[in-house]
């Protein structure tokens, strides 16, 4: 079964660079969550968007942006890189369906972001 | 959205059933409850999700008393690969789409 991509898997970067990470989400999905984890921590949601709408907003900096396109990938745009932004960056998707008071995400394999 | 406790740490052994609580007192009435696993440098994984009551898949059971302030996941006979961390989620998606994952349970399955 086919599942969300991420890409790249690796990504290394200087400080006040910038990024931008791609999730691709699983196909008919229509929601994308963006969560960092930093070295041994636990996921912090970053963002989400519902059928290309920002959906809601977590502990993201200002630095970042993120959007969903029309195709339903999203990308997660980061500048002025800083040292705490070395971490993992999971993309997961799910797909809402009417009446569900909750749904499954399902997670990428990551990015694994560091900034030198 | 409703903050929850669980064990930082548990141990087991091989072919032992593991049962991880987690504390949500303040949940709401439309809150489901949710589990997801995670092994090392890999995305969460999802496991189980209910309401009250007992639930049970190929793959765990979740027991929710009637006053679903708490909740357990239980493992039957655990194995190696069992060892992860797992997360207790408590929400509902009533139009917003935020999870917060807690501090986790991290479980060492040992032979």
């Known amino acids: 079964a086919a599942g969300v991509i991420q890409s790249p898997r690796h990504l290394i970067k200087e400080k006040r660079e910038t990024a931008t990470l791609k999730c691709y989400p699983i196909?008919?999905?229509?929601?994308v969550y963006w969560y960092q984890q930093g070295p041994g921590q636990d996921p912090q949601f970053l963002i989400s968007?519902?059928?290309?709408?920002?959906?809601d907003k977590g502990s993201i900096p200002d630095r970042f942006s993120a959007q969903q396109f029309s195709d339903y990938h999203s990308e997660l745009n980061m500048s002025s890189l800083e040292l705490g932004d070395s971490a993992l960056y999971f993309c997961a998707s799910s797909l809402i369906r009417m009446g569900d008071r909750v749904h499954e995400q399902y997670f990428g394999p990551g990015t694994r972001l560091t900034v030198t | 959205l409703a903050k929850t406790t669980q064990p930082i740490s548990m141990d087991s052994y091989e072919g032992q059933e593991v049962n991880i609580t987690c504390s949500h007192n303040n949940i709401a009435t439309n809150d489901y409850i949710t589990w997801y696993q995670q092994f090392p440098s890999q995305g969460p994984r999802f496991i189980i999700q209910?309401?009250?009551t007992k639930v049970t898949n190929e793959v765990a059971s979740l027991f929710i008393p009637a006053d679903r302030k708490s909740s357990t996941l239980s493992l039957p006979r655990v194995s190696l690969s069992d060892t992860a961390v797992y997360y207790c989620l408590v929400g509902v998606n009533t139009g917003g789409f935020k999870t917060i994952f807690g501090a986790g349970t991290r479980l060492f399955v040992k032979a």
């Open positions: 209910g309401y009250k």
């Open positions: 968007f519902y059928e290309k709408m920002q959906s």
């Open positions: 196909p008919r999905h229509d929601t």
